[in-house]
């Protein structure tokens, strides 16, 4: 299994096509084998798929995400766990452990927030009430 994360020194990063980076993770047997940081240059949504798929990702960790990236993972077959902040490492951990939660409501209410309030209905309406500040 690979598993990568959107990644700032080391924490989740809370945008996922914005990051700059992906930290990727080998497991093998249920430990973590080995790990690269693979560098995006925060290239946008397609070219983070791209990368995924060059480097056979099948786990995707992340904070915000916005619903046409949510979509193209789940066309991908990659799965996805989001609304997730904190230390990417241990993030992996509780995956691993069988404890890591998907919170897509926070996924989408940090990808709102990561566009600066701009209102996206079709992204976060799905999940629920409107996180921006549009009063929606």
Same mark, same amino acid.
């Given at each position: 299994?690979?598993?990568?994360?959107?990644?700032?020194?080391?924490?989740?990063?809370?945008?996922?096509?914005?990051?700059?980076?992906?930290?990727?993770?080998?497991?093998?047997?249920?430990?973590?084998?080995?790990?690269?940081?693979?560098?995006?240059?925060?290239?946008?949504?397609?070219?983070?798929?791209?990368?995924?798929?060059?480097?056979?990702?099948?786990?995707?960790?992340?904070?915000?995400?916005?619903?046409?990236?949510?979509?193209?993972?789940?066309?991908?077959?990659?799965? @996805?766990? =989001? !609304?997730?902040?904190?230390?990417?490492? &241990? $993030?992996?951990? #509780? @995956?691993? =452990? !069988?404890?890591?939660?998907?919170?897509? &409501? $926070?996924?989408? #209410?940090?990808?709102?927030?990561?566009?600066?309030?701009?209102?996206?209905?079709?992204?976060?309406?799905?999940?629920?009430?409107?996180?921006?500040?549009?009063?929606?």
């Amino acid at each position: 299994m690979k598993i990568a994360i959107p990644i700032k020194n080391e924490n989740i990063y809370q945008h996922f096509g914005m990051a700059a980076a992906f930290k990727i993770y080998d497991v093998e047997n249920g430990q973590v084998a080995s790990t690269k940081v693979e560098q995006t240059n925060g290239r946008g949504h397609g070219a983070m798929l791209d990368i995924l798929l060059a480097e056979n990702v099948n786990c995707v960790i992340c904070g915000g995400i916005g619903d046409g990236a949510m979509q193209a993972l789940k066309q991908a077959d990659i799965k @996805l766990y =989001a !609304g997730i902040d904190g230390v990417a490492d &241990e $993030a992996v951990t #509780s @995956l691993l =452990a !069988g404890n890591l939660q998907s919170n897509l &409501e $926070a996924a989408c #209410s940090k990808h709102q927030h990561a566009h600066h309030g701009l209102c996206q209905h079709d992204n976060c309406g799905q999940h629920g009430d409107c996180h921006c500040d549009c009063g929606k």
